[in-house]
């Protein structure tokens, strides 16, 4: 999924729920190819409701 050298350096920078939902994202994209955040949202393995995947999406792509 991310290459060692990628998985290593942002391990320092992100927390394990932000590498997980890191992953989980380059995961749909990989199979969805699809980069509309709805698409990413409805099809996100979440246990939590639409609305609060897609806000948990746009927050991630927020971090700084």
């Given amino acids: ?3 060692t050298f990628y998985h290593s ?3 320092k920078y992100l927390s394990e729920a932000q590498m997980m939902t890191l992953k989980l ?3 749909l994209l990989q199979s969805h190819k699809q980069v509309k955040i709805e698409r990413l949202a409805a ?4 246990p939590i409701q639409h609305n609060s995947s897609r806000r948990h ?3 991630f792509l927020n971090l700084s």
């Fill in 9 to 11: 350096h942002l391990e």
């Fill in 43 to 46: 099809t996100l393995a979440l």
């Fill in 25 to 27: 994202i380059v995961w």
């Fill in 57 to 59: 999406i746009q927050r």
């Fill in 1 to 3: 999924m991310l290459p």
